[in-house]
């Protein structure tokens, strides 16, 4: 399938700590415990999808800078189209992620100037030509892009990740032009099933999916009217859940469009979360398409 992906990328470097808050202490050696890689939820989505088996096209900003060349240079390497990638930014940006032993994370987002940027409506117009989905995740220069992508009727799919507020400003556009849509259930003000129809009945959106950690995940059916939990995956080996999300995501969209029902691509995708999630690393740990239907059987 051909998937067009526009988000952040940026150079990712884990920290392990002893727990949650961190006592002071000058100095700690935790050996092979600290990690550099290339992220951001751009290239975590982008890379899933391509393990996936799909053909991915990229878009993002990244700096002139030697950080930049170590990404472009992993998205050759992986097979990622990175021609709609723009060197326009004083800087690539760039993130540390604390974890606990638990999973528990911290993170540390330096955008630069990102959010500064953007993409005309009209300026990716020959690159949706075929495609079969279109991810926009929610940073500013793709604010106007997804109203366009909506109006010519291609399927959009966003994560705003976070939310408390169905009416949050910064997320209203994605939310409201989004047919496929996930967020996280780390800061709902209320059940999960009670904010996921309030925000069906808010932005009509077709799909919707909430994130619950080691609940599993929460689905919406707008066609069917239907909300339904899936169980969390776990093969017992939990090394760093950050990324999690991002793997969720990615999963449902891959099998959704490749035409499984809503119900039996979330239940993929949250074996492909709780397999990642034994690896240190947002864009690490991706399952194959034949990986994730041979362990699903068990798992259903």
Do not use: W
Not at 16 to 26: G, K, W
Not at 132 to 161: P, Q, W, Y
Not at 228 to 233: E, K, M, N, Q
Not at 249 to 260: A, E, P, T
């Amino acid at each position: 399938m051909k998937i067009l992906v526009s988000g952040l990328l940026n150079i990712e470097t884990t920290v392990p700590v002893r727990e949650f808050p961190i006592n002071y202490y000058p100095i700690d050696y935790p050996f092979f415990g600290i990690s550099s890689n290339v992220s951001g939820v751009g290239y975590n989505i982008a890379k899933a999808l391509t393990t996936l088996g799909n053909n991915v096209n990229l878009i993002s900003f990244l700096g002139k800078d030697d950080e930049a060349d170590r990404i472009l240079n992993r998205l050759h390497k992986d097979g990622i189209n990175a021609e709609n990638i723009r060197q326009d930014l004083k800087n690539t940006p760039a993130s540390v992620i604390l974890y606990d032993p638990q999973g528990k994370r911290q993170i540390y987002c330096d955008l630069k100037d990102i959010q500064e940027q953007n993409i005309g409506p009209n300026a990716v117009t020959d690159d949706l030509k075929d495609c079969d989905a279109v991810v926009l995740c929610n940073i500013n220069f793709n604010r106007e892009l997804i109203k366009r992508v909506r109006s010519l009727g291609v399927t959009t799919a966003t994560d705003v990740h976070v939310l408390s507020d169905i009416n949050d400003e910064y997320n209203r556009d994605f939310m409201a032009n989004a047919d496929i849509l996930f967020l996280s259930d780390e800061a709902l003000p209320c059940a999960a099933e009670d904010f996921i129809r309030q925000i069906k009945n808010r932005y009509h959106n077709k799909i919707i999916v909430i994130g619950m950690g080691s609940k599993g995940a929460m689905l919406l059916d707008a066609e069917k009217n239907e909300v339904s939990v899936i169980s969390a995956y776990s093969n017992g080996n939990i090394v760093n859940t950050v990324g999690a999300g991002d793997a969720l995501f990615s999963s449902f969209l891959h099998f959704y469009i490749k035409g499984c029902d809503a119900k039996s691509a979330l239940q993929r995708a949250v074996v492909f979360a709780g397999i990642k999630i034994g690896y240190n690393g947002a864009s690490v740990g991706f399952s194959t398409e034949q990986d994730i239907n041979n362990k699903v059987k068990d798992f259903a």
